[in-house]
């Protein structure tokens, strides 16, 4: 069975440890609001999505029940030239650093084959332990999508796409 908004949204805010006034108050709105979300007898605006998803550390995809992007292969004879793939790194730290990199895959296979380590994103080692080699070799063995998601003890949250 499909799991309906606010069931979602209850769950991911009890995920984070958050309580609805909590919510309620970073998305200047009442407790009342969050709890009909939660009751499926409102919704909130699309702003209000947009907050919810920060506040939540979900995409907006995820807080509307889109299914999460999953790693696939795709067959030989159907890869897009690497020269036309991107590289997709997020960082969102606990200090608030939000950090969004596009690199192209013809880059950082560049990169990969000289040896260049990934620097560190304001003193912050998130992108240290990657394995970009690996992920150029998965890449070129025709892996897609999210393909590395970390959050680490201290909450940082990582994802590496490709596509």
């Not at 309580?19 to 009909?36: F, R």
């Not at 999508?145 to 909450?155: H, M, P, Y």
Request: aromatic fraction near 2%; include cysteine.
């Amino acid at each position: 069975m499909k799991e309906s908004f606010g069931t979602r949204l209850a769950r991911l805010r009890k995920d984070k440890g958050l309580t609805q006034e909590e919510v309620a108050d970073k998305l200047h709105v009442s407790p009342q609001a969050v709890s009909k979300w939660e009751c499926a007898a409102s919704y909130p605006d699309i702003d209000g999505l947009l907050t919810l998803s920060e506040v939540l550390g979900v995409t907006v995809d995820e807080l509307v029940g889109k299914a999460k992007e999953t790693p696939h292969l795709v067959p030989e004879n159907e890869r897009k030239d690497v020269k036309n793939m991107t590289l997709k790194v997020t960082v969102d730290s606990t200090d608030g650093d939000k950090v969004r990199i596009n690199i192209p895959v013809a880059l950082l296979k560049i990169v990969v084959e000289s040896g260049v380590a990934m620097p560190a994103v304001n003193g912050n080692e998130a992108l240290k332990n990657i394995d970009f080699k690996q992920i150029m070799t998965l890449i070129e063995q025709g892996v897609i999508g999210k393909l590395v998601e970390i959050d680490s003890a201290d909450g940082d949250h990582v994802e590496v796409t490709v596509n």
